[in-house]
């Protein structure tokens, strides 16, 4: 029966009862007029209805479909989400629904649709086949950003902006006056107008120049300007954590455990300022052990409904771009109060664990705690120290912690744990933000102590919040889905590599290690990579795919992440301090977004800097050119995509830069083939590469084959 409503129904009221007569089995979509009658609303009451039907629409609450009738966007196929577009224009719809798979768009069906906006498709299958489902964008509903970065060029006809972003394929049509005074090759901030239809340019208007794209500094703010992030904090916020001081009060030790005689230290990178989380391991008797894993009291400091919560929720993470961090708290906070630095009072949430002395866990449990850090260590401080016998009591300590660490190790992958640690690079910048070095980041045994002691953590946590069934939010990575298995299946079987069903449990870590013996272990590690889909963050403990864990969360570094801060609170604070299942809906969808973006800013200021650097190789002497030592990760048509472990950094090797013979794609053996000398490209093989031209425009760098002298080798 459907609920009765009075003319005197306020707006969210009249929300509800649209969605909810629009839901009812009976119903059958329908005009205004009917609408109307459904909803018992006086003729008084029309222009509200339209005002609200419209908006309604414009979120993706409702459709509007043939004769202007109104129906639930579902009943009518027609899915609300995000679209994602990758160079070629093609996009993929990751539905607002998460129990919904995302659902490729085709190029001529993307419309007026942009990288990331949120749109309104319809979904098409055929019969029995769901694996066929496409869709075709109906409607914009929101735009990702208002306002595009790009270079400003000119034809004979016009002056148009390209922008940076390569997922952006149209480019933005410029007033010719507007233009006139802007050399071209400068990087400007368009804010678009309004775009009705994909068979012409989008329109905008220039509001900020940037400047000259080689100039310094102009790279970063194009980024930052894109992402659209937030580079200062607001007067209120900064006033608030200023109140906050600089030190530990007395008073706030109260009820606290005192730690502060314990022998706690910290692991971080070399360059790090914001020191999230400290150790320490205590032996006990009967060859047991004491773990101690203390992680920053941001909640203490940051209180639910404040200036400081509202800005780090809105930024819900820091981000780290080449040259500069973006963080989610002020300074104050991030690198100082919070921070655990050596030889100062520190707050805590600690989580202790009793272990066996095979490093079993026999108990946990959370405590309020106050530290006095002994010592900041960086990572290559403890391998070393790792690699020799111990001198001294923290010696001993790092010693001894690095066996427990090894053996959590061994047993997660035990359990079915994916080992998806691939090579990572520090890019260091001279004065002038120019690439000085590029170094490869080994992921040893100190980075390892470290991740398998914050694993356990997050594991525990997330445990204990979902026995006590409090809302929270949870670190969720879903299985791949089923056509991406088969695609991953049919490429190492073209490698005769056997492998089971990779839906059921401990068949791909099975298969990783069959892969790591492999002679294309590199590029089919990478083709497992991709069949993945990405962790977020959800309300619901969903388990975590990756490692094999059911139970997961984010919950030890509350000082660049908001969804920690907010694990913080739910185990200690109580269903009282978090908002509810629905809020926390929204939060987790916003903090998954926001995560997201920060990781392509962050791929991007990374990727700017680079091509700048190949650049400056392209102008040196052809024989001083470096040549780099590479894998082929995949193979097409048009060439064959190479990793380059050294920098961390992929590219083209066009077929047509190949100039000793005319190649052939073999589809069944994912080669190229000469077709008169019989040379093959197979997914694997090493090659030795170098710059071959770089396209600022396209984010792209293509590399051609070289046939070269050791000495030049990298």
């Known amino acids: 029966m459907r609920k009765q409503k009075t003319n005197n129904t306020s707006t969210s009221e009249l929300v509800e009862h649209i969605l909810d007569t629009l839901s009812q089995k009976d119903y059958v979509p329908t005009h205004l007029e009917e609408l109307m009658r459904l909803l018992r609303l006086g003729e008084q009451k029309k222009s509200v209805l339209v005002r609200t039907l419209g908006q309604m629409e414009k979120e993706g609450k409702i459709a509007r479909i043939k004769k202007n009738r109104y129906a639930l966007p579902l009943d009518a196929d027609l899915i609300p989400g995000r679209i994602r577009m990758n160079r070629r224009g093609q996009g993929t719809l990751f539905p607002e629904n998460p129990d919904m798979t995302p659902i490729p768009v085709p190029p001529e069906a993307t419309g007026t649709a942009m990288h990331d906006d949120r749109v309104l498709v319809r979904r098409e299958v055929r019969p029995g086949d769901p694996a066929s489902a496409r869709g075709t964008v109906i409607r914009v509903l929101e735009r990702a950003r208002s306002k595009v970065v790009g270079t400003l060029l000119r034809s004979k006809q016009l002056a148009y902006v390209a922008p940076d972003d390569p997922r952006i394929i149209a480019d933005i049509a410029i007033p010719a006056d507007q233009a006139s005074n802007i050399p071209t090759g400068h990087k400007v901030v368009v804010e678009l107008r309004e775009w009705k239809s994909r068979h012409m340019s989008p329109e905008g208007e220039i509001v900020d120049v940037l400047g000259k794209a080689t100039e310094p500094g102009v790279d970063m703010r194009g980024i930052i300007t894109h992402y659209q992030l937030p580079t200062e904090f607001p007067r209120a916020v900064l006033n608030e954590a200023k109140a906050l001081g600089t030190e530990v009060r007395e008073a706030e030790l109260k009820g ?406 005319l190649y052939r794609f073999d589809a069944a053996g994912v080669r190229l083939v000469g077709r008169r000398r019989g040379r093959v490209f197979a997914l694997g093989q090493r090659v030795h590469v170098g710059v071959l031209r770089v396209d600022r425009l396209k984010k792209q760098v293509d590399f051609k084959l070289v046939e070269s002298s050791p000495d030049r080798r990298m």
């Open 256 to 661: 606290r455990l005192d730690c502060r005689e314990h022998l706690v230290v910290t692991i971080d990178p070399d360059d790090a300022k914001d020191f999230d989380d400290a150790i320490c391991l205590q032996p006990v008797e009967h060859g047991r052990m004491r773990l101690w894993v203390h992680i920053a009291d941001v909640s203490h400091y940051v209180k639910p409904g404040t200036a400081l919560d509202k800005e780090a929720r809105l930024r819900g993470n820091s981000t780290y771009l080449v040259d500069r961090v973006i963080p989610m708290l002020p300074e104050s906070l991030s690198n100082e109060l919070c921070s655990l630095k050596p030889g100062v009072a520190r707050l805590t949430k600690c989580v202790e664990f009793l272990l066996d002395r095979d490093a079993r866990v026999l108990s946990v449990n959370f405590h309020e705690a106050v530290i006095l850090s002994k010592r900041r260590f960086a990572y290559q401080e403890v391998r070393d120290i790792l690699r020799a016998p111990a001198r001294d009591d923290l010696g001993r300590m790092l010693h001894a912690a690095h066996r427990v660490a090894q053996l959590q190790r061994q047993r997660r992958f035990k359990r079915g744990a994916l080992n998806l640690e691939f090579p990572e690079t520090k890019i260091r910048l001279d004065a002038r933000g120019r690439v000085r070095a590029v170094e490869v980041v080994e992921h040893d045994e100190s980075h390892q102590l470290i991740e398998e002691f914050m694993l356990m953590t997050n594991e525990a946590v997330a445990r204990t919040l979902r026995r006590l069934q409090r809302p929270s939010v949870y670190r969720v990575h879903e299985p791949p889905d089923p056509e991406k298995l088969e695609d991953l299946r049919a490429l190492v079987k073209a490698h005769d590599i056997a492998c089971g069903d990779l839906s059921a449990p401990g068949e791909m870590m099975r298969l990783m290690k069959k892969i790591a013996s492999h002679d294309a272990a590199p590029a089919l590690s990478v083709a497992v990579l991709r069949s993945m889909k990405r962790a977020r963050y959800t309300n619901q403990p969903l388990g975590h795919y990756g490692l094999a864990a059911t139970d997961y969360t984010h919950f030890t570094s509350p000082i660049r992440r908001y969804a920690d801060l907010l694990v913080h609170r739910a185990l200690f604070g109580g269903k009282s301090s978090v908002p509810d299942h629905a809020r926390l809906a929204e939060i987790t969808d916003h903090i998954s977004t926001t995560e997201r973006i920060s990781q392509d800013a962050e791929r991007d200021s990374r990727d700017v800097k680079m091509m700048a650097w190949f650049e400056s190789q392209l102008a040196t002497r052809q024989e001083a050119q470096p040549v780099f030592e590479a894998i082929i990760t995949e193979i097409r048509s048009f060439g064959f995509f190479v990793d380059i472990a050294a920098l961390a950094y992929s590219g083209l090797v066009p077929v047509s830069s190949l100039e000793d013979d």
